[in-house]
């Protein structure tokens, strides 16, 4: 019977620590978080409300018209091809311009220049770039129909946009899996681009 009991205690204390079976698999697994909420106006003067698209995967990609590494992208139509494959199946793009010197009309310019099938948010006080630790333009987050943060990051493997062969978008990745009903498998990566340009007095 001590014997037992001992094994028994044993299997308590390693569970707790996580050292055996599921709770160390749990332990291990990225824990969700949910994607704060937030109000903007797109460049028609239109309130956006992320809660608008609740139910909907949503995509958030953090832009700068004066970014060259933003320029190339939306040169090669990489955003807009993207956004226009997946809403037929439900997935929502908003395009957010945090850079402190830009105003609507400078973001309805650059929608209209790039013929944008989603609206871009004027963020340029820096306050939902600051919630969501966005760093760079781009810099992509895709939120699940839960409501969830499931990944951020660059939108692919190819900062200098010279990868002949691997050349991996990790939104188009992730959001294939959402759509298969399967998790994120790269939840994360490091964003490349343009520094975010807060107003010098809020650095």
Known sequence: MK???????????????????????AQNAPALKTAPDFTLTDSKGKSVKLSDFKGKIVVLEWTNPDCPFVQRHYKAGTMVILAKR?????????AINTTYY???????????KNQLPYPILGDHAGTVARLYSAKSSPHMFIIDAAGNLVYQGGIDNDP???????????????LDELL???????????SY???????PESK
């Open 160 to 174: 200098a946009g010279d990868k002949k062969e691997g050349r991996v978008n990790y939104v188009a990745q992730a």
């Open 86 to 94: 997946y809403e037929p199946k439900g997935v929502a793009w908003l």
């Open 102 to 112: 830009m105003d609507r009309a400078k973001d309805a310019q650059w929608a209209q």
């Open 180 to 190: 298969a009903g399967k998790p994120v498998s790269v939840p994360e990566t490091k």
């Open 3 to 25: 014997i037992l009991r001992f094994v028994a205690e044993i299997a308590v204390i390693s569970t707790a620590l996580g050292l055996c079976g599921s709770p160390a698999l």
């Open 193 to 199: 681009g343009c520094s975010m340009k807060f107003a």
